[in-house]
T-cell receptor, first 112, second 112 residues
Framework: DAGVTQSPTHLIKTRGQQVTLRCSPK?????VSWYQQALGQGPQFIFQ???????QRGNFPDRFSGHQFPNYSSELNVNALLLGDSALYLC???????????FGPGTRLTVT | QKEVEQNSGPLSVPEGAIASLNCTYS??????FFWYRQYSGKSPELIMS????GDKEDGRFTAQLNKASQYVSLLIRDSQPSDSATYLC????????????FGAGTRLFVKA
């Protein structure tokens, strides 16, 4: 049973650039949520997708956008990168109407 | 007031002791509560979920929920050095759909 996968593992970008992170949910799951985790902090909710639509959004600017594909995989896009966007980006999947989420290994983004 | 609050620790307990981790939340409408374990450099791993007042036991772990006091706790019996990690409390908040709010986590050290 494949768990949640994310790519790439690590990424280094320059301020002002754009980045795309990818996530494949656990087999059987249809809902994907994205989180940003800064060092020493808990994960911060960015947004959640199911049925290919953004259903819930946290307090993140419009520079953060996403997409969900028919196979339930998802992308997180961040435009105009800032130094403060450096963090671990986590994807979690769940089955709609259940609440237990399973996390992927994360993508470590460094903005220089 | 933060939506989910935890003592950052570190909490240090000797091997074989009971570790007690606490969490308070601000949204009285919350219905779903979770504990995640996160090892350094890894992603969060779901260890317990609880939805009703009272205790829920799973092996060495017991989650306790008191909705009237807006309080969730996690007890780890017979603590082992391998339990040393950051424990994240998470609460689902319903805003037309649910989003998950995490606390900042409590660092636990189990001394051999």
């Amino acid at each position: 049973d494949a768990g949640v996968t994310q790519s790439p593992t690590h990424l280094i970008k320059t301020r002002g650039q754009q980045v795309t992170l990818r996530c494949s949910p656990k087999s059987g799951h249809d809902t994907v949520s994205w989180y940003q985790q800064a060092l020493g902090q808990g994960p911060q909710f960015i947004f959640q997708y199911y049925e290919e639509e953004e259903r819930q959004r946290g307090n993140f600017p419009d520079r953060f956008s996403g997409h969900q594909f028919p196979n339930y995989s998802s992308e997180l896009n961040v435009n105009a990168l800032l130094l403060g966007d450096s963090a671990l980006y986590l994807c979690a999947s769940s089955l709609r109407d259940t609440y237990e989420q399973y996390f992927g290994p994360g993508t470590r983004l460094t903005v220089t | 007031q933060k939506e989910v609050e935890q003592n950052s620790g570190p909490l240090s307990v000797p091997e074989g002791a009971i570790a007690s981790l606490n969490c308070t939340y601000s949204d009285r409408g919350s219905q779903s509560f979770f504990w995640y374990r996160q090892y350094s450099g890894k992603s969060p791993e779901l260890i317990m979920s609880i939805y009703s007042n009272g205790d829920k036991e799973d092996g060495r772990f017991t989650a306790q929920l008191n909705k009237a006091s807006q309080y969730v706790s996690l007890l780890i019996r017979d603590s082992q050095p391998s339990d040393s990690a950051t424990y994240l409390c998470a609460v689902n908040i319903y805003t037309g759909g649910f989003k998950t709010i995490f606390g900042a986590g409590t660092r636990l050290f189990v001394k051999a």
